[in-house]
């Protein structure tokens, strides 16, 4: 049980567009969602929470109008990377939590910006 | 507020010896602690956590974990390292306040080696 996924696994896109990347609980509902960046061979960082039907809360120096988080239901938020640049290229993970304390991880996005 | 430090970013340990990562925390407020494993491009995978209870916390694939209050620690250990081992390990804190939400807070860290 508590299984998240993410799609895509990996993206390369180009400069100046925006990418989208789903993050969904497979088999329970998720009251919060968390989106972390994580560089090569670093901690993760979180950007952003999410709870389901309001707005995001981001963490500072988190660009708000660049990542655009949407958590529409209780199963599913994205996160969406608009006119990427290659400064934005990284490991996207997101974490669903439910009343617990506890997070569960989804298997993260290589989002690659050329 | 809260922080994570792990101490050293990589440590190599030999199969069969015994594997301690350091971690120790800083919280306003009594905490949740969490160990997690990621191997390589991949997510988070949770490997032992303490809320309230018993310090001495088992988790999954043999390791382990103390809560030691008055030393604000949550050390990792495994007795025996096997080769699968190897990997990067995290320590969380997470507040036990809920009007605080359940951020988690990292440390920075570390990446375990295993030699043969």
């Known amino acids: 049980g508590a299984v998240v996924s993410q799609h895509p696994s990996w993206v390369i896109c180009k400069s100046g567009t925006s990418v989208k990347i789903e993050c969904r609980s497979l088999?329970?509902?998720?009251?919060?969602m968390f989106w972390y960046r994580q560089f090569p061979k670093q901690s993760l960082m979180l950007m952003a929470t999410?709870?389901?039907?309001?707005?995001?809360?981001?963490e500072q120096g988190v660009e708000k109008d660049k990542f655009l988080i949407n958590h529409a239901s209780l199963t599913l938020s994205t996160l969406t990377v608009t006119s990427a640049h290659p400064e934005d290229s990284s490991f996207y993970i997101c974490?669903?939590?439910?009343?617990?304390?506890?997070?569960?991880f989804g298997p993260g996005t290589r989002l690659t910006v050329t | 507020a809260q922080s994570v430090t792990q101490l050293g970013s990589h440590v190599s340990v030999s199969e069969g010896a015994l594997v301690l990562l350091r971690c120790n925390y800083s919280s306003s407020v009594p905490p949740y602690l969490f160990w997690y494993v990621q191997y390589p491009n991949q997510g988070l995978q949770l490997l032992l956590k303490?809320?309230?209870?018993?310090?001495l916390v088992k988790g999954i694939n043999g390791f382990e974990a103390e809560f030691k209050k008055s030393e604000t620690s949550f050390h990792l250990t495994k007795p025996s390292a096997h080769m699968s081992d190897a990997a990067e390990y995290f320590c969380?804190?997470?507040?036990?306040?809920?009007?605080?939400?359940?951020?988690?807070?990292f440390g920075g860290g570390t990446r375990v080696l295993v030699k043969p």
């Open positions: 974490s669903a939590s439910t009343t617990s304390h506890e997070q569960y």
């Open positions: 303490y809320t309230t209870g018993a310090t």
């Open positions: 088999d329970f509902q998720a009251t919060t």
């Open positions: 999410s709870n389901e039907g309001s707005k995001a809360t981001y």
């Open positions: 969380a804190v997470s507040p036990w306040v809920k009007a605080a939400g359940n951020k988690l807070t």
